[in-house]
């Protein structure tokens, strides 16, 4: 009978305690019988402006120990569903993007291979080209939700073609992404024109400002990103930017503008029914977070896609 893995009950050793992993789970590099495996990849070089993500995914288990197991709103015991895992970091070579993707794509194979959910805590938003590499050499071409204050579908900066702001559109080129299943949602800031959001719908992806999303409401945001994605596997990535500075001070781009983590909460929430193969949560830099507000709420965030992920292998009547 494969184990079983959940966290540390806090009323058997204190919040406090502990070797940091997520949520107090188990750090296990072993497989068997697990359904999700979260993993930490802290490379911060692909970045334009502030430096330091790099120190997301320690910051981000830091801020995960008061996640419990239950969730109200969906009524889901997460890890009676779920048997989860931290699975560590993955190495990468700081300074060396192209180097480093290798080492992702390499890193998360094993865990696709097995059925396994990775959940990659950042590190920049360049990583995300590297982890769809791998998803995409397991699923094929996938579907995307990108939660984001900017596109990164950029070709270039200062002539290089890999950084945070260039992912997507190297990810449509090598066919990884279905953007027939693509949606780009929370888009804001100033612009250098009006190309840098119509380069987006070209690639084919569907882009909601964050304009457009007040205009028409969360509710309509969600029935359009249901609809977008339908059915097979989906990459769900959400850049920490997407939030408004008052709620994620500690990011590399912050926009003012943006959404409330209970904003935020309920579009995650709105994700029950889709087929989630793989997720990641970026851009969290501890250097520039008061109180580690921004670390706090990537933490909750990754709790409701597990919260999501639990709903929907219970409604499938997976084991």
Do not use: C
Not at 39 to 62: L, N
Not at 67 to 80: C, I, K, N, T
Not at 85 to 106: F, H, K, Q, W
Not at 190 to 213: I, N
């Amino acid at each position: 009978m494969p184990k079983h893995y959940a966290p540390v009950s806090g009323l058997e050793l204190p919040r406090f305690a502990g070797i940091r992993t997520f949520a107090r789970l188990p750090y296990v590099r072993e497989l068997d019988g697990v359904d999700v495996a979260v993993v930490g990849v802290p490379f911060d070089t692909g970045v334009t402006y502030r430096v330091g993500a790099r120190f997301g995914p320690a910051a981000v288990r830091e801020m995960s120990a008061m996640l419990r197991s239950y969730h109200p709103a969906l009524d889901v015991d997460v890890y009676e569903v779920l048997s989860v895992v931290d699975y560590g970091d993955l190495p990468v070579v700081p300074g060396y993007i192209e180097d480093s993707y290798a080492a992702i794509e390499r890193g998360l194979q094993p865990i696709l291979e097995r059925n396994v959910v990775p959940f990659v805590i950042g590190g920049d938003h360049s990583i995300t080209l590297a982890e769809l590499r791998a998803v995409a050499a397991r699923y094929g071409p996938v579907g995307f939700v990108q939660f984001d204050s900017h596109t990164d579908t950029w070709d270039e900066y200062w002539g290089k073609k890999y950084t945070h702001g260039t992912p997507f559109r190297r990810a449509v080129e090598e066919g990884l992404i279905d953007t027939r299943r693509a949606i780009q949602i929370g888009m804001r800031g100033s612009l250098y024109g009006p190309a840098d959001l119509d380069q987006s719908r070209e690639l084919g992806f569907e882009v909601w400002t964050a304009d457009d999303m007040r205009r028409t409401g969360l509710g309509a945001v969600i029935e359009a990103v249901r609809r977008r994605v339908g059915r097979g596997p989906v990459f769900v990535s959400f850049d920490i930017d997407f939030l408004d500075p008052v709620y994620a001070p500690g990011t590399g781009t912050p926009e003012v503008g943006g959404f409330t983590t209970r904003e935020a909460q309920e579009l995650l929430r709105g994700l029950v029914g889709v087929d989630i193969v793989a997720v990641d949560l970026v851009e969290v830099l501890p250097a520039h977070d008061v109180s580690g507000v921004t670390a706090l709420a990537a933490a909750n965030l990754l709790f409701e896609l597990l919260a999501v992920l639990a709903f929907n292998r219970r409604s499938a009547g997976v084991d």
